[in-house]
């Protein structure tokens, strides 16, 4: 039964990367089921992480945040390496929302977990999603490159991408076009070093 909702997680992720977002979470829905049958708590809250991508990719913030919020009421979840993954997505969606005050919460939650576990790539994440939700954006573009070069510096252009495009229209949102415009390129940019490093 378990190896049923792993393959229905995959089929569920392959979805998901071909934008068929309806198909993917009925897919992770179905694996949840089969997963709470199994009675296994942490499984339960892996499929809801992963749904939780899928609901983000959609644009159904919401739906993200409250997927991530099952996973994060699992202790072995919170325990695990997983756990700063599950609080960089939630401050992510909470500061596109506009959500700075609640996304301030999760992000000190992130910093701390951090202090104990190194993980430069989750540092640099938190940190850009941090003066995201601060102000004035413009006095800040300097800090956006500069942890954005770390994640050059660990090859996570995917991570770039995403959070360039995000950091491109916040700066749009107010106003900073010329801005805007810079971080739209650098998400370009990141797009086709992605496609140097898969060979495409």
């Not at 942490?42 to 991508?53: E, T």
């Not at 910093?111 to 790539?121: C, M």
């Not at 939700?133 to 300097?142: G, Y």
């Amino acid at each position: 039964m378990k190896q049923f909702a792993t393959s229905l997680m995959v089929v569920a992720h392959n979805y998901t990367e071909l934008g068929q977002y309806e198909k993917s979470e009925e897919h992770y829905l179905q694996a949840i089921k089969v997963a709470k049958k199994l009675e296994d708590s942490f499984f339960v809250a892996m499929i809801h992480h992963n749904l939780s991508i899928t609901y983000s990719e959609a644009k159904r913030p919401q739906d993200c945040l409250n997927a991530i919020k099952h996973a994060l009421r699992n202790k072995e979840w919170c325990g695990l390496s997983y756990y700063i993954n599950s609080l960089y997505m939630i401050a992510k969606e909470l500061v596109m929302m506009g959500e700075n005050n609640k996304a301030s919460y999760y992000l000190k939650k992130g910093q701390e977990n951090l202090r104990q576990k190194q993980n430069k790539i989750y540092e640099a994440k938190i940190n850009i999603i941090h003066e995201l939700s601060q102000s004035p954006l413009n006095e800040r573009v300097d800090r956006f490159h500069s942890h954005m070069n770390r994640l050059a510096e660990q090859n996570d252009f995917d991570s770039i991408r995403d959070l360039a495009l995000i950091t491109s229209k916040k700066f749009e949102e107010r106003g900073f076009y010329k801005e805007a415009l810079k971080f739209s390129n650098k998400a370009i940019l990141a797009e086709k070093k992605m496609k140097q490093l898969e060979g495409i």
